[in-house]
Each structure stands twice: as C-alpha cells, then as structure tokens.
C-alpha cells in the first residue's frame, strides 16, 4: 500500500508526461528510425559517436516512447538489429512535441 501511494505521490509531482529515453546503437540507424517513425509516430534524435576500440563512426539513435510503447520498441530494435546495443533510461518529465499538450 505504501508503494502505490508512494507512486501516485511521485506521478502527480512529476507534472509532465513520463515515458522512457532509448539510447540505441545499431548498425542500422536509418532503417531504425524510419521503422520507430512509421510504427510509433515518433522522431529519433542522431547522435554522432565513435566506438573506441573500432574507431568507426556511430549514428547513435536517441528517442522516447510511453510507457505503453516500450514492448513495441523494443520489439522493433530486435527485428531491425537483435545485435543493437540498448540503454533504456527513466524520462521523469517531457515536454514537447508529442507529450505535452497546450490548451487554448
């Protein structure tokens, strides 16, 4: 019990949208972020990187869902790429495009 209302204390003081962050490498990025794209209706963020020890250049694909989108994604990341390298972060507030939506 006192979990729950620890929860619903931690939800109403986070005000936003809450979801989750993916920080993803792939050696498919495009083909990722059009798949994210046309099945979540979501946008992917690039981030440049380099590998250390390959010293190749990395399209890194940053991109937040809801939390009733997580299974999907990573559902998709597995499809595209099982090999995909995979952070799943806590997104505790979102504003923006997407997850906040702004009365008249």
Do not use: W
Not at 68 to 89: C, G, L, S, W, Y
């Amino acid at each position: 019990f006192d979990f729950i209302i620890a929860r619903v204390i931690d939800l109403i003081g986070e005000g936003g949208y809450a979801g989750k962050g993916f920080i993803i490498i792939t050696q498919y990025p495009d083909q990722l972020a059009d798949k994210i794209n046309e099945e979540l209706g979501r946008g992917v963020t690039f981030i440049s990187g380099q590998g250390y020890y390959s010293k190749k250049d990395l399209k890194i694909i940053y991109c937040i869902v809801g939390r009733n989108e997580i299974v999907k994604m990573k559902d998709m990341i597995h499809q595209v790429d099982p090999q995909a390298f995979i952070t799943i972060t806590e997104a505790h507030e979102i504003l923006g495009e997407g997850f906040t939506y702004v009365k008249d």
